[in-house]
Each structure stands twice: as C-alpha cells, then as structure tokens.
C-alpha cells in the first residue's frame, strides 16, 4: 500500500508525515507492517472551533526509526488506532477528557483519570475560571506614575473580561 503524504520532512531524527483524516488509521497500519512496533506517545493542539491537530509517535523495537505522523482533523473526530496499537488506548482516553476530540471505532470507555471536573481544559477556547480570578503579576506596575493598559494573563481572551 502506498501512502500519499501532504508534506513530510526529517528532523531531529523523525521522518514527519502530514497525512489526511481518512489516511489515519491505516497510515498508522502501514507503519506497524514496515516495522514501527512501537507506540510512543499521540497529543493534540487545537486550533480553535472543532479543529485540531493530532500528532502521534511511533518507533522501531531500538528506537533507531521514529515517525512523528499529524494530522488536521476539521471536525474533532478520527479513527482510533487502539486496534493497531493497543498501547494508545490511554493516550486517545486523555486527549478525549483534556481536548473532546472523538476517536472513532471504539466502545464507550472510562475517563483516562477520575475528576469531577467538567469540561475540556486545553482547548484553547475554554474559559478556566481560576486563570479569570487570579491577578496576573504582568499587570503589577514597576512605577507607581507609570501609566499603561494592564496585560491579561496567557490563555486569556479580551472578550471574556466583559
């Protein structure tokens, strides 16, 4: 099987792939039968909406081959790949409870971690009430005289201090 990537590249000694939605699962496959058998790690960023991107790392038995596989998902949802590696049952239950991102071809299952706390915390549009609450050291002033429009803290958008 041939595998159409939209852009790869090596660095720090990973082959980057950048592959489609529909090409997740079985570019996931493909590397497993070239000898990737192991499974690193797998994390999103979110890019506001219900876009994200997910990024996987996968690896030969002596971590002598890497591949770091992406991918921009448009609407929160992808192919599980528990079915090709086992291991990544934990990883795509934490960035279903930190992110809401839907893997698809799987049974309901537990939260990666017990928490009464509801919400997808690293989304980038979600408002943390705390992060609202707390004085941002950045707004101290060094001058009592000096006069500049005090900065929000990181994360934290203009609109929600209305």
Same mark, same amino acid.
């Given at each position: 099987?041939?595998?159409?990537?939209?852009? @790869?590249?090596?660095?720090?000694?990973?082959?980057?792939?950048?592959?489609?939605?529909?090409?997740?699962? /079985?570019?996931?496959?493909?590397?497993?039968?070239?000898?990737?058998?192991?499974?690193?790690?797998?994390?999103?960023?979110? @890019?506001?909406?219900?876009?994200?991107?997910?990024?996987?790392? +996968?690896?030969?038995?002596?971590?002598?081959?890497?591949?770091?596989? @992406? /991918?921009?998902?448009?609407?929160?949802?992808?192919? /599980? +790949?528990?079915?090709?590696?086992?291991?990544?049952?934990?990883?795509?239950?934490?960035?279903?409870?930190?992110?809401?991102?839907?893997?698809?071809? +799987?049974?309901?299952?537990?939260?990666?971690?017990?928490?009464?706390?509801?919400?997808?915390?690293?989304?980038?549009?979600?408002?943390?009430?705390?992060?609202?609450?707390?004085?941002?050291?950045?707004?101290?002033?060094?001058?009592?005289?000096?006069?500049?429009?005090? /900065?929000?803290?990181?994360?934290?958008?203009?609109?929600?201090?209305?």
């Amino acid at each position: 099987m041939s595998i159409e990537f939209l852009k @790869n590249r090596e660095q720090d000694g990973a082959t980057w792939l950048w592959v489609e939605p529909t090409q997740w699962l /079985s570019t996931h496959q493909q590397l497993l039968s070239d000898g990737a058998v192991r499974f690193e790690w797998l994390t999103a960023t979110h @890019n506001l909406g219900d876009e994200f991107v997910l990024t996987t790392c +996968v690896a030969n038995e002596a971590l002598t081959q890497k591949w770091i596989v @992406n /991918s921009t998902v448009p609407d929160a949802r992808i192919d /599980s +790949v528990i079915g090709v590696y086992p291991l990544a049952d934990f990883h795509e239950r934490e960035v279903e409870q930190l992110f809401g991102v839907i893997f698809k071809g +799987v049974d309901a299952r537990n939260p990666a971690f017990a928490t009464d706390f509801t919400g997808h915390p690293l989304r980038r549009d979600f408002q943390l009430e705390p992060r609202m609450q707390t004085p941002w050291p950045g707004a101290v002033e060094p001058d009592e005289n000096a006069r500049r429009r005090p /900065s929000l803290p990181p994360g934290v958008f203009p609109e929600w201090s209305k």
